[in-house]
Nanobody, 119 residues
């Protein structure tokens, strides 16, 4: 049973920082990528940041220069450091993991954690 457990969300003022954490547990196999998505009310879920097995990263244009994604392979954890937060960053943030086990690609999602940025 694979589970993703998220933490670190909360309320912060504009210009502040938050660090989201996601821990993957269970027989997840070989992780191909770990990432973060977000979904604001009335909007579709969008990719925020992703880190692949090689360590390469990609970010949404709206967060470049402000957010940093990092991983700890030994602990099967992924982090999202969010600096210079803006009200537009307010959303539910979801951890996402894609992994291969027994030649099959599986995708897992966390339950989501609320990030609210006030003015």
């Amino acid at each position: 049973q694979v589970q993703l457990e998220e933490s670190g969300g909360g309320l912060v003022e504009a210009g502040g920082s938050l660090r989201l954490s996601c821990a993957a547990s269970g027989s997840i196999g070989s992780i191909d990528l770990m990432g973060w998505y977000r979904q604001a009310p009335g909007k579709q879920r969008e990719l925020v940041a992703v880190i692949i097995s090689s360590g390469s990263t990609n970010y949404a244009d709206s967060v470049k220069g402000r957010f940093t994604i990092a991983r700890d392979n030994g602990k099967n954890m992924v982090y999202l450091q969010m600096d210079s937060l803006k009200p537009e960053d307010t959303a539910v943030y979801f951890c996402n993991v894609r992994a291969t086990r027994f030649l099959r690609v599986n995708e897992y999602w966390g339950q989501g954690t609320q990030v609210t940025v006030s003015s």
